[in-house]
T-cell receptor
Framework: GEDVEQSLFLSVREGDSSVINCTYTDSSSTYLYWYKQEPGAGLQLLTYIFSNMDMKQDQRLTVLLNKKDKHLSLRIADTQTGDSAIYFC??????????????FGTGTRLTIIP | DTGVSQDPRHKITKRGQNVTFRCDPISEHNRLYWYRQTLGQGPEFLTYFQNEAQLEKSRLLSDRFSAERPKGSFSTLEIQRTEQGDSAMYLCASNRGSGETQYFGPGTRLLVL
């Protein structure tokens, strides 16, 4: 089955860039997502990338996809205290009609050091 | 557009009791999804609906769990004879259809004592 892995913790100084990494096993993943979860809250979609893309940039966020290595990363430029949260990588394989579920990683807790 | 809403936000119950949660998707979203998130883990898919039809169920959804979406709008998730292992955050999401991004609600946090 599909598996998505992330490191559990990342600490970054305020103003530096944060890079959160994710690896996945399903080579047929068609969409890959990054969601943000603040304490006690639901998931907020940050960005997503289609599998035929290598990179996507959206303001402070840059997503890089290496399909060969099945590696996805999220770079947050100029990290701020409001970026403190858990970041989840998720994938979806749309080859099979009806397979609509997202498979999530365990999440990376990003802590900002003042 | 007020986003996906869930009710209640928190529920504490005793083992063996039944609980029911409600999810209201974003209006005009045909698909509705339920996920479960235990402490320190990512969300895990439970089931999803296309309008009122339940199209896919995870093996995580034991026979004590039942989900409905009778009129193709809001959905309910019922857990019968709750167990301590059911303690988790139950998340609902919705989207317009296949290939569309899923938007999540704030979740219902369940604690079974």
């Amino acid at each position: 089955g599909e598996d998505v892995e992330q490191s559990l913790f990342l600490s970054v100084r305020e103003g530096d860039s944060s890079v959160i990494n994710c690896t996945y096993t399903d080579s047929s993943s068609t969409y890959l997502y990054w969601y943000k979860q603040e304490p006690g809250a639901g998931l907020q979609l940050l960005t997503y990338i289609f599998s035929n893309m290598d990179m996507k940039q959206d303001q402070r966020l840059t997503v890089l996809l290496n399909k060969k290595d099945k590696h996805l990363s999220l770079r947050i430029a100029d990290t701020q205290t409001g970026d403190s949260a858990i970041y989840f990588c998720a994938e979806k394989d749309e080859r099979n009609f009806g397979n609509e579920k997202l498979t999530f990683g365990t999440g990376t807790r990003l802590t900002i050091i003042p | 557009d007020t986003g996906v809403s869930q009710d209640p936000r928190h529920k504490i119950t005793k083992r063996g009791q039944n609980v029911t949660f409600r999810c209201d998707p974003i209006s005009e979203h045909n698909r509705l999804y339920w996920y479960r998130q235990t402490l320190g883990q990512g969300p895990e898919f439970l089931t999803y609906f296309q309008n009122e039809a339940q199209l896919e169920k995870s093996r995580l959804l034991s026979d004590r769990f039942s989900a409905e979406r009778p009129k193709g709008s809001f959905s309910t998730l019922e857990i019968q004879r709750t167990e301590q292992g059911d303690s988790a955050m139950y998340l609902c999401a919705s989207n317009r259809g296949s290939g569309e991004t899923q938007y999540f609600g704030p979740g219902t946090r369940l604690l079974v004592l």
